[in-house]
């Protein structure tokens, strides 16, 4: 990653100085830059040399591991840095560490920025999407190269300056847990089509392909179309189909999935995404599962045989649908979650732009992020992408093929939790009442938590055993 940013800085025309622990990796950055047209980029081998070969106020900008490794860094830079330079932070940093960083830095007189870069190496190289935040002069400072080096699309470069503390950091970690959701539907949908529509990889290449055409238009599903086309270069067969069931992950979508409990915020879908993450690394577990329910009565991985013929054509569109819907709920809890924290951090998050400078270079881009950055134009204190009108009468017209692609999924057997998880969200979010009243009695009753009533004001507490036992009508106190 930082190897490619300093090309991509460099290629456009921003003379560059970069260094490493590692001796051999600044020779090789210092190649690249030679053979990919003699790059301004000039390697350093001492944090000393390092520091001093750049102008004044300088700019910093560190791709390390985040944490210790992070204050290590700072540590060993900051000591021949001067008042006025700047640090930024490219990595997938926590975002208080950032703001401790900021007040770290302040006080010797250094600026600090957390900025989130995504778009993988790719990205770094041909042009990533970039969201930094902190102090407002450092990003001032390096506004030209980032506008520069930054993805470009139809409205702009794909950076903006986000916020103050650690609103990069944190925007970009609600990125990555949205990613965590979309990657998740892909792979239900994936699922979906192969194990109950019987679907080959060239036929699932040829329909992700064709997805990429339409509203669905993506990276994720421009490459999970690439995915399918690939072949085994050490045996028979399609390499997709010989990689471990096992996802990784670095802990973005966790503390994603953590600050939307902190925040009170309901994020079904990424929260689900992560649990499958958890579960997929029992696979000893799972196999032994998968032969004790066999012998318990369950026949094979999963039921396929629902009793019905199945029209692909149809399961195709169907599934397209519910995986459209489903992400829209995904990217609304994103949202949301973004709006709650800026709001406690008194941020002033611009959802729009953000969805705007996600548009393009990031792993999340889409076509549709156009229409979310519409829809907070049209109104920026949204409640939630499902209620702004145009998203609303798509949800609805694609909720029967949602609902039968679920239904159909259950059946069978197949997991599809992110799928189930968004279609809950919606369900629960368009209802006018829920039966929330009966688990608000529940509390009162083992813990006089009190409740609310829909025709009177005030909290009230009622002796609920007593009155049962005594079968007579309830007689309410007001607290």
Not at 73 to 90: C, V
Request: hydrophobic letters at 40%; a neutral charge; proline letters at 3%.
């Amino acid at each position: 990653m930082g190897q490619n940013l300093a090309l991509n800085i460099a290629e456009k025309g921003f003379p560059i100085s970069v260094y490493n622990r590692t001796a051999s990796k600044v020779d090789e950055t210092v190649g690249r830059a030679a053979s990919e047209g003699g790059l301004p980029i000039s390697g350093h081998h001492s944090p000393a040399d390092f520091v001093l070969s750049i102008q004044r106020p300088r700019s910093i900008i560190i791709l390390v591991k985040a944490g210790a490794p992070v204050d290590q860094t700072i540590n060993t830079l900051s000591q021949f840095m001067e008042p006025g330079d700047a640090i930024i932070d490219g990595g997938n940093e926590w975002y208080e560490n950032t703001e401790r960083r900021i007040r770290d830095a302040a006080a010797c007189g250094l600026l600090y920025l957390g900025m989130g870069v995504s778009g993988g190496e790719d990205g770094a190289r041909h042009g990533p999407s970039l969201m930094p935040g902190g102090a407002f002069q450092a990003y001032k400072n390096i506004e030209k190269i980032v506008t520069r080096v930054a993805a470009q699309v139809d409205d702009g470069p794909c950076v903006t300056y986000v916020g103050e503390g650690g609103s990069g950091n944190f925007v970009k970690m609600v990125h990555n847990g949205i990613e965590y959701g979309d990657m998740q539907l892909i792979s239900e949908a994936y699922d979906v089509l192969k194990t109950i529509g019987g679907l080959s990889n060239s036929e699932l290449a040829e329909i992700f392909a064709d997805w990429n055409l339409g509203e669905l238009e993506s990276f994720l599903i421009e490459i999970t179309a690439d995915i399918f086309k690939v072949k085994d270069e050490h045996c028979e067969g399609d390499l997709v189909d010989k990689i471990l069931d096992k996802t990784g992950m670095k802990g973005t979508g966790k503390w994603t999935v953590q600050q939307a409990a902190e925040l009170s915020i309901a994020a079904p879908t990424i929260a689900a995404s992560l649990d499958c993450r958890y579960l997929s690394g029992l696979k000893e577990e799972r196999v032994s599962a998968a032969r004790i329910l066999e012998e318990a009565g369950i026949k094979g991985d999963v039921n396929v045989n629902t009793g019905r013929s199945i029209d692909k054509k149809r399961l195709i569109d169907d599934v397209r649908q519910a995986l459209y819907a489903s992400k829209i709920c995904s990217y609304a809890q994103g949202m949301n979650l973004l709006k709650a924290k800026s709001e406690e951090k008194a941020w002033n998050l611009n959802l729009g732009e953000l969805a705007r400078i996600w548009k393009g270079g990031c792993i999340i881009r889409a076509r549709f992020l156009d229409r979310i950055k519409k829809a907070y134009e049209r109104n920026w204190v949204l409640a939630n992408l499902i209620v702004d009108p145009e998203f609303a009468r798509e949800m609805v017209q694609r909720q029967a093929a949602w609902r039968r692609v679920v239904g159909l999924a259950i059946e069978a057997g197949i997991s599809t939790p992110g799928m189930c998880a968004s279609l809950a969200y919606f369900d629960t979010y368009r209802r006018a009442r829920l039966p929330a009243n009966l688990v608000q009695a529940q509390r009162d009753l083992f813990g006089a938590h009190t409740y609310e009533r829909i025709d009177r004001p005030g909290s009230f507490h009622t002796e609920w055993k007593k009155l049962a036992r005594q079968n007579k009508p309830g007689i309410a106190v007001l607290k």
